[in-house]
């Protein structure tokens, strides 16, 4: 891809955090009925620190320039301050996305690669058994909702492995840090399954009807007659095409998953980005729900541009 | 010598039987559609029947706290002891209804944008595709949460978060096939004719793109009850609706898996899978039958939206550039 391209999407992404970005002001500011008039009032806090937020923000003076200064303050991390805990929201959203991060990238590698076997399996064996239930199962795991494969890891499993939060509280020891590490693990077991099982079905499906598409075309018939192994063919030319609505997926299904993960964290109590929206919207804390909504949209644009760089890397007919 | 002018005759009559005919079909082709179809009207009947077939009713306690399934209260009761079977039955006319409608508020939005785009082009195309891209990018789930948390918990507005943020696909499948609709003979004919861009939208762009909008539609309804399963469970519909998303809110709230009440959680989560299986099965099988280009363009709802982005970076660059392109060097 020509630097022009690049330049285009790049542009195009920009253009959408800053239109994400005046809707979000909008919404809780300018629309009638927005609660959020007054963001300095957080609960319990200093006079000083509302006087503070009263003027960062110009909360006294018109909507359009409290907009510009919204913008300003947003472009040096300023996010208000949480009406919860009485701490600046980015702050509070930084530790809520490193909670969630890991236990996106688990999951999705491992939805990933269990998709892409079962996928080229079912793709392999077109109409057989194994077809048919590898689709069948991943229709029903895209169709249940995640809050209740969860519920049901808890009740099924809830008895041998912790079911909520991220660690245990060690009362008595402090742990080393491989303890520690391990307790960790031990805590992402049930929710990165639960979000495994979320992803995998859609994954399967895609990966599945990528690569029937590409054993439908004319090269791997030619391929076929010059009698090359049925591994080689799907190995080297079909899965070598399939790559690239596969790899588009996958970036883009990460953005949507930073999404999907709210229903896994409220269901495990994960401390990450979607259990903060979550509390926020439970306890009214407006700027916390702000910059929840900017930090969760503003992933999921970044991981489109990254999808639709790639594709257009991965597939020379798009180059400029 | 006279000439006479003939119109071409209005291909809608015709285009409904071939229709009809791709429809029985595709019967014949799927008959996990049959299956589908009787699923959609097992759920519609039950919502219809709603309080004439509940045993109990749902706002008083009929049995025991989080009592089991029993030959008495077959699903089992809940954490106010409180009929599950009856309250799933109770769930499905409202999950349902705000599914349907938050699909028709979608329809008509999605519709609207996808034929003036399609129709109009130049200008007024680039604008509309544009905010179309903007809704197809942002994470729309999370915005209905924002939207659904400002303006408050109730039932209509849950309808219309979705149906607001819902529309995009639809607009997108809708304006490719007016695209190539407003190319075809009968509608410059029609032009020809002076009918009147209103006239030839109604009369004859519209009879063409029913159909789709119809397959369309039941696909959406999945992510419809998808959605509003999300937002109920946050907390975010109507506190005294009871939904098959609440149940699964109080389920988790509510000590029901401490007590090992899986008979809180399962039958609406069962429920909900159903109809989306069915709505799959069925708006799936009319979309492939009704225009077969469009077979890999959804391998499923949820991740529809995802394939439609990769389609609409393939369908950004001017068509055939690829090919032209290297020739050109050679020149």
């Known amino acids: 891809m020509g630097v022009r391209g690049l330049l285009k999407r790049v542009a195009f992404a920009i253009a959408t955090i800053f239109v994400a970005i005046t809707i979000n002001f909008f919404l809780f500011r300018v629309l009638p009925g927005s609660a959020i008039t007054n963001w300095a009032r957080v609960p319990n806090s200093t006079p000083q620190l509302q006087h503070l937020l009263k003027a960062q923000f110009g909360l006294d003076k018109p909507k359009i320039d409290q907009y510009f200064l919204y913008l300003n303050q947003l472009f040096h991390g300023n996010l208000g301050v949480s009406f919860a805990n009485q701490q600046p929201v980015l702050g509070n959203l930084v530790a809520a996305l490193r909670n969630t991060i890991p236990l996106v990238t688990i999951a999705t590698i491992i939805a990933s690669l269990l998709g892409l076997w079962t996928g080229v399996l079912s793709a392999r064996r077109r109409g057989s058994l194994v077809d048919h239930a590898s689709t069948s199962v991943a229709v029903v795991l895209y169709a249940l909702p995640t809050q209740w494969i969860g519920l049901g890891f808890l009740v099924l499993l809830g008895r041998y492995l912790p079911s909520a939060g991220m660690s245990s509280v060690f009362t008595f020891t402090t742990p080393t840090p491989w303890q520690h590490f391990l307790d960790i693990a031990k805590h992402m077991i049930l929710p990165c399954a639960t979000l495994v099982l979320t992803i995998y079905g859609g994954n399967t499906l895609i990966i599945r009807s990528a690569l029937l598409e590409i054993v439908g075309e004319d090269f791997i018939l030619t391929a076929r007659a010059k009698g090359l192994a049925p591994r080689t063919i799907m190995g080297s030319h079909a899965l070598r095409n399939a790559v690239l609505p596969i790899v588009t997926l996958f970036a883009l299904s990460f953005g949507y998953i930073v999404a999907g993960t709210i229903l896994v964290e409220i269901v495990f109590t994960w401390p990450g980005i979607g259990s903060a929206l979550y509390n926020a919207v439970v306890a009214r804390d407006y700027p916390m729900m702000q910059g929840g909504f900017l930090v969760i949209t503003v992933s999921v644009i970044f991981f489109n541009l990254v999808a639709d760089i790639l594709y257009s890397r991965l597939d020379p007919r798009i180059r400029e | ?331």
């Open chain 2, 1 to 331: 010598m006279s000439v006479v002018v003939r119109t071409q005759p209005d291909p809608s009559a015709e285009a409904s039987s071939g229709h009809l005919e791709s429809v029985r079909g595709m019967l014949r082709e799927r008959p996990s559609v049959v299956l589908g179809l009787a699923l959609l009207a097992f759920f519609i009947l039950v919502a219809l029947l709603g309080p004439l077939i509940e045993p109990y009713s749902t706002a008083a306690q009929s049995g025991p706290v989080y009592g089991p399934p029993s030959l008495r209260h077959w699903f089992g009761l809940d954490d106010g002891g409180i009929d599950m079977f009856s309250e799933t039955i109770q769930g499905a006319r409202i999950s349902l209804l705000v599914g349907g409608a938050a699909t028709l508020v979608s329809l008509l939005i999605g519709g609207t944008i996808g034929i003036a785009s399609g129709y109009f082009g130049g200008v007024i195309d680039t604008v509309l595709m544009r905010i179309t891209d903007f809704f197809l990018v942002i994470p729309s789930l999370v915005l209905m949460i924002v939207v659904a948390a400002l303006w408050g918990p109730s039932v209509t507005h849950v309808i219309f978060v979705i149906g607001l943020l819902l529309w995009t696909t639809t607009a997108r499948v809708i304006r490719a096939q007016v695209k190539s609709l407003r190319e075809r003979g009968f509608v410059s004919h029609a032009r020809s004719f002076g009918a009147t861009s209103r006239r030839i939208i109604l009369r004859h762009i519209l009879p063409h793109v029913a159909p789709l909008l119809i397959a369309n539609m039941i696909l959406m309804v999945a992510n419809a009850i998808f959605d509003e399963t999300t937002l109920d469970f946050l907390g975010l519909g109507s506190a005294s609706a009871v939904t098959w998303g609440t149940l699964l809110e109080h389920a988790n709230d509510r000590t029901a898996v401490s007590y090992g009440a899986w008979w809180a959680f399962v039958p609406p989560g069962v429920c909900i899978a159903l109809v989306i299986v069915a709505c799959y099965l069925v708006g799936q099988a009319l979309e492939d039958s009704l225009n077969p280009r469009l077979r890999v363009a959804h391998i499923s709802t949820k991740f529809w939206r995802i394939q439609q982005v990769a389609q609409t970076l393939r369908s950004a660059e001017p068509a055939g550039r690829g090919r032209t392109g290297p020739l050109k060097d050679r020149k």
